[in-house]
């Protein structure tokens, strides 16, 4: 199977703080183009690798690239939410080192027929599993005004939010919206060129729409606590967030789990169950590099956040 070069994000320093054990067990909860996988499988010779994908071409291509290095890896086509149960069917409660790296892959963006990008045209679609019912055309031709305004202010922090709404729908009165460039200029109509070209509406609604069709939010804050309670003690965990809803989710969550409760704060013996889970390794995000972000602009949004089981 063919595809474009996927680059994946902070890939080094990725590796680097999962501290891999050669007989350790790993995820990478995002395979995608199995860039971070790659590594980890190098790595963990006597170990064993266990990956989740929703994307059929990802998992398709990743299973022919890890073939190429080692046997000892399984590709689930599964949402990352589904882990700790998936696991468990496989008889494994317990993993050394599991890998977030959020959002899309760059041969989801620049394959025109999965409608990820604004900048080509090709159906509106944005499914992640390219097998669900729902596709972005659905939520654009099918979301009421208030619905829409709603998830373009909260997913995508777009203070235009109910003027382009509107717009959608007196459009779609018209003619469904059916591809990414029809979106794209109703957007354009809706906050007038000036505004368009300066602050990049699109950019934000697409984002918007993506989240909303793929749940992205809610299954973070869902799959996070389930994979600290995977995690052996030393074991760690790795997200790579590309924009600041998935980070502020990520940083409290990881906050949350590396401090004692506050109900028994301040007593002289802390139960276990109230002490602290995880231990931060990296108060602030790691960033790319300056070399990495000459060579992938896609790096300058990256924010790399890593803890510790304790």
């Known amino acids: 199977m063919q595809t474009t070069y996927h680059y ?16 350790g067990k790993y995820v990478d909860a995002t395979v995608g183009y199995a860039g971070h996988s790659k590594k980890i499988l190098e790595k963990c010779k006597k170990g064993f690798l266990f990956a989740f994908d929703e994307d059929a071409n990802a998992v398709s291509y990743s299973e022919d690239t ?18 700790k149960s998936v696991l468990s069917d496989v008889g494994i409660d317990k993993v050394d080192g599991i890998v977030f790296d959020l959002g899309f892959s760059s041969p989801q963006i620049d394959d025109e027929r999965r409608g990820f990008s604004f900048m080509a045209d090709g159906p509106l679609d944005m499914r ?5 019912d729902v596709c972005a055309k659905d939520i654009v031709n099918g979301y009421s005004e208030n619905d829409l305004a709603q998830i373009f202010f909260d997913y995508g922090e ?17 003619k469904e ?3 990414t460039l029809e979106l794209v200029e109703v957007i354009k109509a809706a906050v007038g060129a000036n505004y368009f070209y300066k602050q990049h509406p699109e950019r934000k609604i697409f984002q918007a729409i993506r989240i909303e069709l793929n749940n992205e939010l809610d299954v973070l804050k869902e799959v996070l606590p389930d994979a600290i309670d995977l995690l052996e003690v030393g074991g760690r965990i790795c997200v790579i967030t590309f924009h600041s809803l998935e980070d502020k989710i990520v940083k409290n969550i990881f906050r949350k789990y590396s401090e004692v409760d506050d109900m028994v704060k301040g ?20 960033l790319a590099s300056d070399e990495e972000l000459r060579e992938n602009s896609r790096s300058h949004s990256a924010k790399l956040r890593v803890i510790e089981r304790i």
């Open 158 to 174: 777009e203070k235009l939010s109910k003027v382009i709404a509107k717009k959608i729908v007196s459009e779609r009165s018209k």
């Open 66 to 83: 890890l073939h190429g290095i080692s046997d000892n890896f399984k590709i689930f086509k599964e949402n990352f939410v589904n882990m």
């Open 128 to 132: 992640m599993n390219q097998d669900a």
């Open 177 to 179: 919206i059916e591809t």
């Open 8 to 23: 994946s994000v902070l890939n080094k320093e990725v590796i680097e703080n999962l501290n891999i054990k050669e007989t």
């Open 267 to 286: 007593l002289p013996v802390i139960p276990d169950e109230y002490k602290p889970k995880i231990k931060l390794v990296n108060r602030k995000p790691i």
